[in-house]
């Protein structure tokens, strides 16, 4: 018997979510997804900016999380684009500096994501759960 369904939402949803043991190839998967998100949402000048923050995001979690583990989010906003990267590890990340108005060699990768982004900042996971939410969004129009 033939029945009416509802029909599934057209083209890419409102977000994206997944969990991944990054590696050394995990940014440019992350990247085609991003950005086959960013022009499904008709954001395309966003695709630069957004793209190299994720980038420097896997780049501290493979360099700094023990075994890789962690869990991307991207979200439409009604500004543009938040993208989020959740790691189960302690420590707070900062923007390091020597002190002679340079950046040291930790912490440029988050320099690059301040300069690329509208906002980014650091979500403390809420007790007993161990971790963080390191997150950045992009605003359409502003790049």
Not at 13 to 23: D, E, Q, R, S, W
């Amino acid at each position: 018997m033939n029945h009416v369904t509802e029909l599934p939402e057209q083209g890419l949803g409102a977000h994206y979510a997944l969990g991944l043991t990054a590696g050394d190839h995990s940014a440019r998967h992350l990247r085609r997804i991003l950005r086959a998100h960013l022009a499904a949402w008709e954001m395309l000048d966003l695709v630069d900016a957004a793209c190299l923050a994720l980038t420097e995001l896997i780049a501290n979690v493979v360099r700094h999380v023990p075994g890789g583990r962690c869990a991307v989010r991207v979200v439409r906003t009604p500004a543009g684009v938040r993208v989020e990267v959740g790691v189960g590890h302690p420590g707070i990340p900062v923007v390091a500096t020597t002190g002679r108005d340079e950046p040291a060699e930790d912490g440029r990768g988050l320099l690059i994501v301040s300069t690329v982004t509208a906002r980014w900042g650091v979500t403390p996971n809420p007790p007993p759960v161990p971790g963080k939410v390191i997150w950045f969004e992009c605003d359409a129009g502003r790049v």
